[in-house]
Nanobody
Framework: QVQLVESGGGSVQAGGSLRLSCAAS????????MGWFRQAPGKEREGVAS????????YYADSVKGRFTISQDNSKNTLYLQMNSLKPEDTAMYYC????????????????????????WGQGTQVTVSS
């Protein structure tokens, strides 16, 4: 049974940093796309960053480029999201997601950052940025 568990959320002032972690169990980062998504109250879930497990190819939403960094530690089966220069508009519930793996091709950014592409989801961790 695949389980994704996020941690690292919290409250921070604008300009601050947080590092989110997503620990995976029952799942191997093999030819898989994994990503971070966020959802603010009253808004749709949106893709923030994602990556391909085999070659570290990364995708970012325009709103977070240069501020957020996605990374993985395969030895720990953990996905990370380093968030710097946080803004109040980054406030949301952040979710980790993974697809079913087995891909050997590059997918377009629109697909990599679409919630529809992913099969497995964590329960979310709240990030609140105050001005």
């Amino acid at each position: 049974q695949v389980q994704l568990v996020e941690s690292g959320g919290g409250s921070v002032q604008a300009g601050g940093s947080l590092r989110l972690s997503c620990a995976a169990s029952g799942y191997k980062f093999s030819r898989a796309y994994m990503g971070w998504f966020r959802q603010a109250p009253g808004k749709e879930r949106e893709g923030v960053a994602s990556m391909y497990s085999e070659d570290d190819y990364k995708y970012y939403a325009d709103s977070v480029k240069g501020r957020f960094t996605i990374s993985q530690d395969n030895s720990k089966n953990t996905l990370y999201l380093q968030m710097n220069s946080l803004k109040p508009e980054d406030t949301a519930m952040y979710y980790c997601a993974a697809d079913s793996g087995g891909a050997s091709w590059r997918i377009p950014t629109s697909q990599a950052l679409s919630p529809l592409h992913y099969n497995y989801w964590g329960q979310g961790t709240q990030v609140t940025v105050s001005s």
